[in-house]
């Protein structure tokens, strides 16, 4: 596999987790990552591997700014068409095809760029008595990093799928990539989808 990790490949106790690949962020969304249809059927055939061991995770903006604290408020503020006020509600959905897998895949909404920063993420996990997270989704340097940083904290044995993340900037992606291969070598590994589908032992 990609890295010198060292703690081998997903097994039964590895969840597949894909982090807020929904319309908002799809080709014709208001927050669209222009390639994101091409890492839309890859993260499908890994959801596909194993639906019930599979979560999504939406990313949902606030009703208005001010239901946010502090520097959200202002965030909000510069993307005023983004907040649920004004937002069509079918935006939050998750992106065709990856609708069809729920249930028995699990959604775990969520407010802030970490999935971990909504409690209900880690009594699932720990329900399912999870130890390892496959991770696919948007974006590479926002939502995915901080999801992943929050897992690495956790002492989860992260893989992260190289050809099922993207991005809206194309230099946050590479750096990120960069990052995750030199600097957390021992506790991401990176991997393609077809090298994830071809070792998860179920």
């Known amino acids: ?35 994101m249809d091409s890492v839309l059927p890859v993260a499908a055939g890994i959801a596909q591997r194993s639906p019930e061991r599979t979560v999504f995770t939406r990313f949902i903006p606030p009703l208005e700014p001010e239901d946010m604290p502090g520097a959200w408020q202002h ?13 069509p509600a079918r935006m939050l959905d998750l992106a065709p095809p990856l609708d069809r897998y729920v249930p028995p895949a699990a959604i775990v909404d969520k407010a802030t760029y970490s999935a971990f920063g909504t409690p209900a993420l880690d009594r699932l996990l720990q329900a399912k008595n999870v130890d ?46 960069g990052l995750y291969r030199r600097r957390y070598s021992q ?12 070792s998860w032992r179920l």
């Open 1 to 35: 596999m990609g890295t010198d990790s060292g703690f081998g490949p997903p097994d039964e106790r590895t969840v597949h987790l894909c982090i807020d690949m929904q319309r908002l962020f799809a080709p014709g969304g208001p927050w669209a990552a222009p390639w």
């Open 75 to 87: 965030y909000y503020r510069r993307w005023r068409h983004i907040t649920r006020d004004r937002l």
């Open 187 to 198: 506790q991401i590994q990176t991997l393609s989808a077809a090298e994830v589908i071809e």
């Open 132 to 177: 390892g997270l496959i991770v696919t989704g948007a974006e590479t340097d926002s939502c995915v990093l901080a999801t992943v940083l929050g897992a690495v904290d956790r002492g989860y044995r992260v893989y992260l799928v190289t050809d099922a993340v993207c991005s809206s900037s194309d230099e946050g992606h590479d750096a990120l990539m």
